[in-house]
């Protein structure tokens, strides 16, 4: 995989690990069960006193209160039950339409890492993951999580706004002796581990990823189609099981010819004869979906039943696909589609197409609120 700076763009690839989750077990602690502590004394990182948790179970999370502590930070805290060694740490949080909260987590009054904060969302309670790489953690370590109540002032609520409680269910350590040493880790950008340049111009493929945005620009140039294979690029990761994937995506560039389109993508393998489904939009705004290799692994979707969107999720349970759509900050709609069997593994990403049949082109997509959620096998 190649990857370049690009002028006028601010490039900064960010490091990430690519776990193997076979030989060592992950260790889950529980929000509920786990973290039995749920009032703090002092003040918080934001200056002001800690509110307290209150345990939401319909969600199985712990959320702070919104009415009481305005702002504030909640804090819970629980024993770490693993072995000493170094860890990836993952909160599991959940999205809320309403605010997106800040989340920290500490090991014995020390901070994992800069302060992160959930995604914006269409959806109410959707599954989000913060990672801390490098951790390291002492057995019986003292594991506190900190979130607070934010409102983005978007959604009313009689006289005021409504407010996000900074939802979390669990949190994930990852021992990271686990790293696959198979896996190249210089070449991972973002959450993504690999780049599948399809078609005649691959050489002129450029991808930058901005962690401070959480954006990833896409940027695909064609030549002269003629008589050549369309050209495109699919930025993946190995998922296995059931997982939800979404972005919010914009496109820009010239776009003569036909064709151009940027969006979601899952593929049984690494190259482009490989059973697919692509679900996405077009310059102009319009939802598209479609489905190529064997024929039926996927059938192929009636028109999307909103037309303008920029908002799209795949989310994958079983042998069923979930498409959502909308425009941002809207509710989404939805179509499903059912697959032969459950595949099992996949690569799932976000991918660019140039188009085909015109002049030379150059096109730039943006992927910004990028959120990802997968299972883990956890022992």
């Known amino acids: ?51 307290p948790y209150h ?5 199985n999370a712990l959320a702070g209160d919104d009415l009481n502590y305005t702002f504030h930070m909640a804090a819970a805290e629980g024993t770490f039950p693993g072995k000493t060694g170094k860890y990836t740490v993952c909160l599991n949080t959940l999205t809320e339409r309403d605010g997106e909260c800040v989340y ?34 002492l057995a019986g370590a003292k594991i506190r999580v ?6 983005n002032l978007k959604r009313h609520e009689a006289n005021f706004f409504e407010y996000a409680r900074g939802r979390w269910t669990s949190i994930d350590f990852i ?10 880790q210089g070449k991972m950008i973002g959450i993504f581990e690999g780049l599948a340049p399809d078609g005649a111009d691959a050489d002129n493929n450029k991808v930058e990823y901005d ?16 008589n050549k294979d369309d050209t495109s690029i699919f930025l993946w990761k190995n998922v296995e099981g059931d997982f939800e994937m979404e972005a919010r995506v914009r496109l820009n560039g010239s776009f003569s010819g036909n064709g151009q389109k940027a969006g979601l993508k899952i593929r049984l393998g ?25 024929p039926g692994w ?31 900050g809207e509710e989404y709609t939805r179509q499903t589609l059912t697959m032969q069997s459950d595949p099992g593994s996949l690569k799932a990403g976000i991918f660019i197409f140039a188009g085909s049949n015109g002049p030379s082109r150059m096109v730039i997509a943006r992927f910004s609120h990028v959120r990802f959620f997968g299972e883990r096998k956890i022992d």
């Open 1 to 51: 995989m190649r990857r370049i700076i690009i002028a006028g763009f601010f490039l900064t690839f960010f490091s990430a690990l690519a776990i193997c989750q076979t030989d060592e077990k992950i260790i889950r602690m529980s929000a509920i069960a786990d973290f039995p502590d749920l009032e703090q004394e002092g003040m918080a990182s934001n200056r002001k006193p800690y509110g």
């Open 270 to 294: 690494p190259g482009p004869n490989y059973e697919s489904l692509v679900f996405g939009i077009t310059p102009d705004g319009n939802i598209f979906s479609s489905a190529g290799g064997d």
């Open 104 to 137: 920290n987590v500490y090991v014995n009054d020390e901070r994992v890492g800069l302060f992160q904060q959930n995604p914006t969302t269409n959806e109410f309670t959707a599954p989000a993951a913060l990672q801390w790489t490098g951790v390291e953690i």
């Open 298 to 328: 996927i059938p192929e979707s009636d028109k999307f039943a909103v037309m303008k969107a920029d908002m799209i999720k795949i989310a994958k349970k079983g042998n069923t696909l979930i498409l959502s759509a909308a425009r941002f």
């Open 211 to 226: 962690p401070v945005e959480n954006a990833y620009y896409l940027i695909n140039s064609s030549c002269d189609q003629e």
């Open 175 to 184: 021992p990271e002796k686990n790293i696959d040493s198979n896996a190249d």
């Open 146 to 151: 900190e979130s607070n109540n934010w409102s």
């Open 55 to 59: 345990v939401e179970k319909d969600l």
